[in-house]
């Protein structure tokens, strides 16, 4: 009797230690794939300013995507991020990709000539504001920040290198918006 009342014990001890190690498996596979998820793939970023300002307002907590870059090509109305000459992330609107011609007349975006732009779903009003025709180059996206209260100096300041681009925004947790 106390043989099997010792082997019954054992065998429960050892149905628990099995137990104890199966469930921190599964906390430790749930970490990684956390881990995976916020770090590799999604990362978190804080906007900073107001220059997506409808789309995306100063303090919003968003996600873009570092992967996405590698997948596909990034297009046309694509939200990205971005490292600036000084070191920042911003956040900017691809507005034509390499090859295209870019120019934008009082404030209204032509891209290779006759195509305008339809910004309504995204930007608020237009500033009056003149850049010069260029051509994307090769490696390169043009981008435009939605809120263009403060237009660029420039055609060169709205290209933005493709090794330049961080990820493509997926996901704004301030009010739950799924983005492409």
């Not at 995507?65 to 490292?83: F, G, Q, Y």
């Not at 070191?87 to 404030?107: L, M």
């Not at 910004?119 to 180059?137: G, Q, T």
């Amino acid at each position: 009797m106390e043989q099997t009342i010792s082997r019954t014990e054992n065998m429960s001890k050892r149905h628990r230690k099995s137990a104890v190690v199966q469930w921190l498996v599964c906390v430790a596979l749930v970490l990684i794939i956390l881990v995976l998820i916020f770090f590799v793939w999604l990362r978190p970023m804080s906007v900073a300013d107001e220059q997506m300002s409808p789309t995306l307002q100063k303090g919003d907590i968003i996600f873009y995507s570092s992967l996405t870059k590698h997948l596909r090509l990034v297009e046309r109305s694509d939200m990205i991020a971005v490292r600036a000459w000084d070191g920042s992330t911003k956040i900017v609107r691809v507005i034509a990709t390499e090859g295209n011609k870019v120019e934008v007349r009082q404030g209204v975006v032509f891209v290779n000539g006759k195509y305008r732009l339809d910004e309504h779903e995204y930007i608020s009003w237009v500033a009056d504001f003149d850049l010069e025709l260029i051509e994307v180059p090769k490696n390169y996206v043009y981008a435009l920040p939605d809120n263009r209260e403060l237009p660029p100096y420039s055609a060169e300041d709205c290209l933005v290198q493709l090794d330049d681009i961080l990820g493509v925004v997926r996901f704004n947790i301030n009010d739950f918006t799924l983005y492409n």
